[in-house]
């Protein structure tokens, strides 16, 4: 139907067609529970923040099409406890874990070479 010098054609709802819906493209990918061997991508702000997801997403049965997406979206939730206000920032790194691991691995060596040790 024209509408005077309009030259857009109008349909009313009853002339609308639709696709039934079986007959609509599937857009999303199908879902799928957490990988056994599923790994974040990129830096972690804390290493125990994915093993955290993990967890609950295998204890949950989540199950999602794109779980990088997931994982982003759970490390930026208000929910997560490291995004509540006052809670602690990680302090130190991966490096400085490890040194600080090994300084300490070696005092107790040297205190068990004194007979200082635990025991």
Do not use: C
């Not at 206000?85 to 060596?109: C, K, N, T, V």
């Amino acid at each position: 139907m024209r509408d005077g010098g309009d030259t857009a054609l109008s349909l009313s709802k009853e002339e609308k067609v639709y696709p039934k819906k079986e007959e609509r493209k599937k857009v999303s990918k199908k879902k799928e529970t957490l990988p056994e061997n599923w790994q974040p991508i990129g830096p972690q702000r804390d290493l125990a923040e994915a093993d955290e997801f993990r967890d609950h997403a295998r204890a949950k049965g989540y199950q999602y099409s794109d779980w990088h997406a997931a994982y982003r979206n759970f490390q930026r939730s208000p929910y997560n406890a490291r995004n509540k206000p006052g809670a602690p920032s990680p302090a130190i790194d991966e490096a400085e874990r490890a040194a600080m691991l090994e300084e300490f691995h070696q005092a107790q060596l040297r205190r068990n070479a004194n007979g200082q040790g635990r025991g």
